[in-house]
């Protein structure tokens, strides 16, 4: 169709066609290099061609972006919210290529207490891998709440597999940690093995509880797991292999790399951790796999700590703030009844005897709860007098020594209360 | 607040009930026990309803059992209310306070009375 360009050249307009649609118009302007030799079939094969390439291009545009939805609606669900932990996460896909990997981190809280940690990488990459990774995903979590363990967990995971079109050769770490003990069960299937940092020793991969990939027969006969326990104050990083690996790099060279990385930010907060550790390892690198990184910070016993004035107009809102700090903590009622009415007591003494009543004097209050043990300690800095056989003290005292399952008082520059309750014990 | 308007008291059945409210601590246990003497000063037998008291430690325990004794002095029977699993009957029980005084409801109470 003969037409003329805005700036009044000649030009021809052609439709563009993909899959019997006409999808835009390839418009031709100029003059033609050989004047009447522009042969109008060759145009529109030109054009066909054209509409199919750039139909195919949008296609592929659409599975991306389906994929990438998925992905990110897989990655981004809700994350458990306990006091005895924190979890922070990095994905970041690969730059070279367009289409989604089946990377992926998940963790969820158990019935019993324990927190499960998992990070997977599913074969392949697009819209394929990403759906695999979503049923994979699911099955780690609904088998997790079997509480059957890592082991059997990565067998039953085996068992799925095999119904899927996809997600053979899967790996795999999982792991459980019981937030009371600090018991860590885990188990990898042909993944990179976790990353502990203790918090006063250097850091150490763990190699045990390991077998094949998912999906493969001679793996699935020989699932192991092992268990060690976490020091509170621990950091266990899950990771997958793009975070290590680097071309024209041995493999422990980039375990090295990242023990050492890590160890250089011990303190550094774990949201940073996670952003700092990806930007070192893969710095330089070109992108050629996604990584994804999981750190979970098994957190130091819940700390309470006040100072109030000696004088008994700061025992209400103190019994009411350390009542609010408790329920924080899911501590039953009667138990947080308990103890609100020891530190009461003990703060009672100090401001009685400790000070006789002088305001100016200060108690210090701190309260940690450390697995199932409730620790309280009352301190202030008043003059030592020998305990004047006093009835009420006495009183107090016992209830104390009642209420709590140890008692300690320690006199020196000041005088120091220090119980202890053990939660859940069976109620007097 | 002050201890005044967490003291209430009326007759039943020919005894004095004296019902607690709030916090008995080391705030106000002294004031709380001088107001419920005055409060009771003729009375032939007392009920000390600790129903709706929301804490008690050992300045209250102290409170009770000056209340007690000085009621016995007086030659008037005595009878303290406190809930079954509440945080009163909690701390009453920890330490063995009076059995025989304790009741769990007001009707207990009065019944053990005569009334």
Known sequence: MPLAAPDGRPAVG????????VIGT??????????????????LDLADRAGLALDNARLAEQDREVARTLQRSLLASERPIDARFHVATVYRPAVKTLEVGGDWYDTFLTASGSVGLVVGDVVGRGIRAASAMGQLRSAVRALAKAQCGPATVLQYMDDFVATLEAGQMTTLAYAELALDTGRLRYACAGHPPPLLLPPDTSPRYLWEGRSGPLGTRAASRGRREAELTLPRGSRLLLYTDGLVERRGERIDQ?????????????????????????????????????????ALAFDGAPRYHCEVPAEVAALRPLRGELDDWLMRYKVPETERYAIVLACSEAVANAIEHGYLGNPVGRVRVGVTIDGNIVELRVSDSGQWRAPRPSADRGRGMALMGRLMDDLVVDCGEGTTVLMRRRLGRSAR | M??????????????EVVRLHGDVDHVNADQVEREVLTATRAAASVVVDLSAVTFLDSAGLRCLDRLVAAFTKRQAQVRVVAPEDGVVRFTLDLIGFLPETLASTLDEALRGLGH
């Open chain 1, 14 to 21: 052609l439709p563009l066609r993909a899959r019997g649609a």
């Open chain 1, 254 to 294: 980039g375990f090295n790399r990242l023990a050492e990385v890590v160890t250089s930010r011990r303190e550094t907060p774990l949201a940073s951790l996670v952003e700092q550790v990806s930007d070192a390892m893969l710095a330089g690198e070109g992108g050629h796999d996604d990584t994804c990184l999981l």
């Open chain 1, 26 to 43: 390839l418009l031709l302007a100029g003059d033609p290099a050989v004047p009447g030799r522009t042969d109008p079939e060759f145009l």
């Open chain 2, 2 to 15: 002050t201890a005044a308007n967490r003291i209430t008291v009326t007759v039943e059945r020919g005894s």
